[in-house]
């Protein structure tokens, strides 16, 4: 009697392909894998990050009700371990619940510190703000 191995090994196939999809997902990004382009769009406007390779990063801030825009550079690093990146001296642009704050158009002095994320099921790294719209790399 002959068994049919045909739909099994496309069984095989299709976990297989699931299982590397998600372990590459979820394999802890370095420096480089975290350097590039974010944008994380606001009721209120757009604000953009480019994290160069060299450590310095330049923010853009869009706001649809005036004609102006804000723009900054400075310097960031990514804590490996803790899964996060920080920005020092930047525009605060978002009070934490969606709002943009009187003072938006004042650099804040300090670090801003965003966890590293994977966005389900695309796997692109996101830069959390709690409440806020993630910063998604583009």
């Not at 069984?11 to 372990?23: D, K, P, R, Y």
């Amino acid at each position: 009697m002959r068994t049919n191995l045909r739909v099994p090994r496309l069984t095989l196939v299709a976990e297989s392909v699931v299982l590397l999809f998600t372990c590459a997902c979820f394999r802890t990004p370095d420096f480089h894998d975290i350097a590039g382009n974010y944008v994380a769009h606001y009721s209120y406007g757009t604000e953009e990050l480019d994290l160069r390779p060299d450590g310095i990063f330049v923010q853009k801030v869009y706001i649809s009700s005036s004609q102006r825009q804000l723009e900054t550079t400075g310097k960031w690093t990514f804590d490996r371990r803790r899964l996060r990146v920080e920005l020092n001296d930047k525009y605060l642009v978002d009070d934490g619940f969606g709002r943009l704050p009187k003072d938006y158009d004042t650099l804040k002095p300090g670090v801003s510190s965003f966890p590293v994320q994977h966005e389900l099921p695309s796997g692109r790294l996101i830069l959390s703000q709690g409440d806020s719209p993630a910063f998604q790399k583009q």
